[in-house]
């Protein structure tokens, strides 16, 4: 299986920063890559697919980049809603397996 | 706009079964793939199975195999994961999502995602 490890496991920012949240895979995944944004009591929510590409819908400020078996979700001009978990998720070949999840607050 | 909805939860005996069904609508349902994810108490997620879209292939985790059962049926436009044997470890929320990519075989990302159903397995 492919062991998705995901860092830093806990965040603290201000409204206006920026963060990034690193997932290393432990074997190439060929930008196999999402990322999920989840509030507590709610579902996950899609945020990024294909390591780059946005979600409709999704806010501008939220990027992703990466290759191989590094990838980041950069979050820009941090707002108040953006105080979550994320999780990534590499989809490159079954099992599908879930990094375990960076929980970000704001300050 | 796409919508899932879980149903058929609770609490569950140890050793004893239980039905999930996830109603779709909002989208062609017999186009995508389609998949459980499930999430225990505080914890992190964890993929669960995956069907075709057309329903020919399926695709579990080694934890679940010869246990749980996905199934769909897209003339009601709705998925299935038929449970067995349920252990303590499988107390969890189950999710039903849809997958990215319409047509595939291919492990996808999970696009939608239902509100969730809880399963507690206790005696």
């Known amino acids: 299986d492919i062991q998705m490890t995901q860092s830093p496991a806990s965040l603290s920012a201000s409204l206006g920063e920026t963060v990034s949240i690193e997932c290393l895979a432990s074997e190439d995944i060929y930008n196999n890559l999402a990322w999920y944004q989840q509030k507590p009591g709610k579902s996950p929510q899609l945020l990024i697919y294909y390591a780059s590409s946005l979600q409709d819908g999704v806010p501008s400020r939220f990027s992703g980049s990466g290759s191989g078996t590094q990838y980041s979700l950069k979050i820009n001009s941090l707002e108040s809603e953006d105080a979550a978990t994320y999780f990534c998720l590499q989809d490159s070949e079954y099992p599908n397996t879930f990094g375990a999840g960076t929980k970000l607050e704001l300050k | 706009e796409v919508q899932l909805v879980e149903s058929g939860g609770g609490l569950v005996q140890p050793g004893r079964s239980m039905k999930l069904s996830c109603a779709a609508s909002g989208f062609t349902f017999s186009n995508y793939g389609m998949a459980w994810v499930r999430q225990a108490p505080t914890k992190g997620l964890e993929w669960v199975a995956t069907i075709s879209y057309d329903g020919s292939s399926t695709y579990y985790r080694d934890s679940v195999k010869g246990r749980f059962t996905i199934s769909r049926d897209n003339a009601k436009s709705t998925l299935y994961l038929q449970m067995n044997s349920l252990r303590s470890e499988d107390t969890a929320t189950y999710y039903c999502?849809?997958?990215?990519?319409?047509?595939?075989?291919?492990?996808?990302?999970?696009?939608?995602w239902g509100q969730g159903t809880l399963v507690t397995v206790s005696s």
């Open positions: 999502t849809r997958e990215g990519f319409i047509h595939t075989m291919a492990p996808s990302w999970f696009a939608y």
